[in-house]
């Protein structure tokens, strides 16, 4: 089984947000797993964040393109052969 985890670090994440849910939300039927990570204490909310997803079908290339046109978004592949 082919295996392709995209890693998506959001700045800014009270403005960028909205539009890398937006997306997450338009392919949610390509996303195996999903996980997300961020700083967060009892006082403040951490700026920045991090989503790590496992992706699969035949939209992965359009998802990646559209993921790296976002505003905030520093995006990592990795490709795992069969």
Do not use: W
């Not at 790590?52 to 939209?59: E, H």
């Not at 046109?69 to 990795?78: N, T």
């Amino acid at each position: 089984m082919k295996h392709t985890i995209f890693g998506i670090h959001i700045s800014h994440r009270t403005e960028n947000v909205p539009a890398l849910q937006a997306l997450l939300t338009k392919y949610g039927c390509s996303i195996r797993t999903r996980l997300g990570v961020h700083d967060a204490d009892s006082t403040e909310c951490s700026p920045s964040g991090l989503v790590l997803i496992d992706v699969i079908g035949a939209d992965v290339e359009r998802f990646y393109m559209e993921l790296s046109d976002l505003r905030g978004v520093d995006l990592q592949r990795m490709d795992f052969a069969e």
